[in-house]
């Protein structure tokens, strides 16, 4: 059972929280809301670790494992920024663009290891590294639109990276 829940979690959480992000820019997820999903990330993202760990030594998963242990700080950055008034702007852009960028990472990394579907990781990471520059220019003052735009590029990019990776582990 839980083998089944960390091999699917992520095909159905990796969207889940683009969605949320997305509807919190678009005023329709409070920031109770956005808080929750964030300890929702937090203990996700240690389950996954705490359970994943041994078998996440090689290969493209070496990386993966490696986005999550960075990951968690940077979410927990963004959890604190829920119960301070002083930075939390800061907070929330860190862990933001941190999640943009560090599955980003994880995909290009990926792409090197799986040549079957370099060309699909590769281009995952590029449509998230696209997002996160248009998440940048919102963040920089720019119009909202450039934070939409960023946010459902990321969501892309991020969903079939870990749709492929859950596609192809069912067929091995």
Do not use: C, K, N
């Not at 940077?74 to 604190?80: D, Q, S």
């Not at 990471?125 to 119009?143: E, H, K, N, R, Y």
């Amino acid at each position: 059972m839980l083998d089944r829940i960390r091999d699917l979690g992520p095909v159905v959480l990796v969207p889940a929280a683009w969605i949320a992000t997305l509807a919190t820019i678009l005023d329709f997820l409070g920031s109770d809301g956005m808080a929750i999903a964030h300890a929702v990330m937090v203990a996700f993202i240690s389950f996954f670790l705490l359970t994943g760990y041994q078998s996440m030594s090689d290969g493209a998963l070496r990386a993966w494992r490696g986005v999550m242990i960075v990951g968690l700080p940077i979410t927990a950055a963004g959890l604190v920024g829920f119960f301070v008034s002083s930075g939390a702007t800061a907070l929330f852009s860190i862990s933001l663009v941190g999640w943009m960028l560090l599955p980003a990472a994880g995909l290009a990394y990926t792409a090197g290891e799986i040549p079957d579907a370099r060309v699909m990781y590769a281009g995952a990471a590029l449509i998230s590294v696209l997002g996160a520059v248009g998440m940048l220019a919102f963040i920089a003052g720019m119009d909202e639109l450039f934070a939409v735009v960023g946010i459902a590029l990321v969501g892309i990019g991020h969903t079939v990276g870990i749709a492929e990776a859950s596609l192809r582990d069912q067929s091995h």
